[in-house]
């Protein structure tokens, strides 16, 4: 039945704030099945480029200015797991963004590496903020065994940390920097965004073309600027992480993006600056509901703020971000990208149009005339409650491989985690295995079921259970 709910879907007036980039808009016409084809006579090998693959992925290095760039069909995961692969030893130590994304985690799974946090600021507005500079540097002397750092910039929300100034910091350790942009691939077009990572010094940046760009989901690159970690390395990883059956259909699809930013992305990159400008001067004057905006951080909470990212706010009304979302939905046919705590998050694109903007703007309108104002005090803060750092009892690879037990969630305060939790979207972890359980964390938990955030990894929500280490079966 999927074949026929994506039709329907397809053939509906609910406008999509949502990835992929592309916006259900053809941006080339082609029977999937024609040209579904496998390594054939000319047509080039994937995991061996000498040819047609070999030009176009050089095409995507010249157009982000990049060293070499990598063609990715597994989507920014396979990129992720092979970049921390070919930068860090097995065994090795990784300073990375505790606001990661949960593949990073399964790759220091995989390699056995231990583990450093850097926390994001926490904002006023109620969502994660940069990774302070400083706290790298005072990381990295704190801890001598480190190899390599990784920073995810942009966040899902679009928070932008200072890349330029981590790369610097990150260098004078003699170790590279590996960036996390797989919601940045836009960047470095207009000056209406952000400049992307592959020009601020970072040594391996990995970037989902499906998210921001007219290409096919599951399309990402790997972009590697950098002597401290080898291409062919890399390639070796690659060839272990992606599958050996590379889809032509992806790639072909991955190609005409890259042609189409490169011919006609100035044109395409201005009206879209203009639609999004448009857009936050018709809804600044919201009295209930908030888009957020730069303006609204302070200090060094952030560096930069990606505009592509829609977050509208329902802190100060008796909403939350699930039931914006679904009035969003259910009374405007508006299909969000995802809802979390306080605020539901539209994802944009060049390829977005007028009438979806002009839609959500009125939509906004409507709900901000009717809601009623909030009683409760910032419900936001539970999703940075839950972000929390966490005492770290054991390395993530030794946890993950210990047996353990089901047991109720009051049970659970003082053992220790054996299960990664995440809210998804944006799947970043909030409790990773070898973690000690608080009792805090219970009691935000349990809040978060009640404000229907997609939790996974809880063993059973219903009955309340969570997954901890059992040394007894060892």
């Not at 400083?134 to 899902?156: F, G, M, Q």
Request: proline share 5%.
């Amino acid at each position: 039945m999927l074949d026929f709910k994506l039709e329907s879907y397809a053939r509906s007036d609910i406008y999509p704030f949502h990835m992929p980039g592309h916006k259900r808009q053809p941006v080339f016409a082609m029977d999937p099945y024609a040209v579904d084809i496998t390594e054939i006579d000319g047509f080039d090998n994937l995991h061996a480029p000498e040819g047609i693959l070999k030009e176009a992925q050089e095409r995507a290095a010249r157009l982000y200015g990049a060293g070499r760039s990598y063609y990715l069909v597994n989507g920014s995961t396979c990129g992720i797991l092979a970049a921390i692969s070919a930068a860090v030893p097995f065994g090795g130590g990784i300073l990375m963004s505790r606001n990661a994304h949960k593949s990073v985690y399964h790759a220091a799974y995989l390699r056995h590496l231990s583990v450093e946090y850097l926390n994001p600021c926490i904002t006023q507005t109620g969502i994660q903020g940069a990774v302070p500079v400083e706290e790298v540097r005072r990381k990295l002397k704190e801890n001598s065994d480190i190899c390599a750092v990784l920073v995810t910039s942009p966040t899902y929300e679009g928070v932008v940390s200072d890349i330029a100034a981590i790369s610097a910091a990150v260098h004078e350790y003699g170790i590279p920097l590996l960036v996390d942009e797989a919601h940045g691939a836009h960047f470095g077009f207009h000056p209406a965004f952000p400049q992307t990572a592959v020009r601020l010094g970072a040594d391996a940046v990995i970037q989902s073309m499906h998210k921001v760009l007219p290409s096919l989901t599951q399309t990402a690159l790997l972009h590697l600027n950098s002597d401290y970690i080898l291409p062919e390395t890399v390639q070796k990883y690659l060839s272990v992480y992606e599958t050996s059956s590379p889809s032509y259909v992806l790639m072909a699809g991955m190609e005409k993006c890259i042609r189409l930013l490169k011919e006609k992305g100035e044109d395409l990159f201005d009206a879209y600056a203009a639609r999004l400008l448009k857009f936050y001067n018709e809804t600044k004057q919201l009295k209930k509901l908030h888009v957020i905006q730069r303006k609204d951080f302070f200090g060094e909470e952030i560096f930069d703020l990606d505009p592509s990212k829609i977050v509208i706010s329902a802190k100060h009304t008796k909403l939350d971000g699930t039931k914006l979302f679904q009035r969003l939905l259910s009374e405007f046919h508006l299909q969000m990208e995802m809802s979390c705590g306080f605020y539901a998050l539209g994802m944009t694109s060049i390829m977005d149009r007028d009438e979806g903007f002009d839609r959500l703007c009125r939509a906004l309108w409507k709900i901000d005339s009717d809601v009623s104002p909030a009683e409760e005090e910032e419900p936001g803060r539970l999703v940075l409650k839950l972000y929390a750092p966490k005492e770290k009892k054991l390395e993530l690879y030794q946890a993950m491989d210990l047996p353990v037990e089901k047991i109720p969630f009051d049970q659970a305060v003082g053992r220790i985690s054996g299960s990664m939790v995440s809210i998804y979207p944006p799947g970043i972890p909030i409790l990773i295995p070898g973690e000690k359980i608080d009792s805090d964390f219970i009691k935000n938990i349990r809040k978060s079921i009640l404000h229907h955030l997609n939790l996974q990894g809880i063993a059973d929500i219903r009955n309340e259970q969570i997954n901890v280490v059992n040394f007894k079966k060892m």
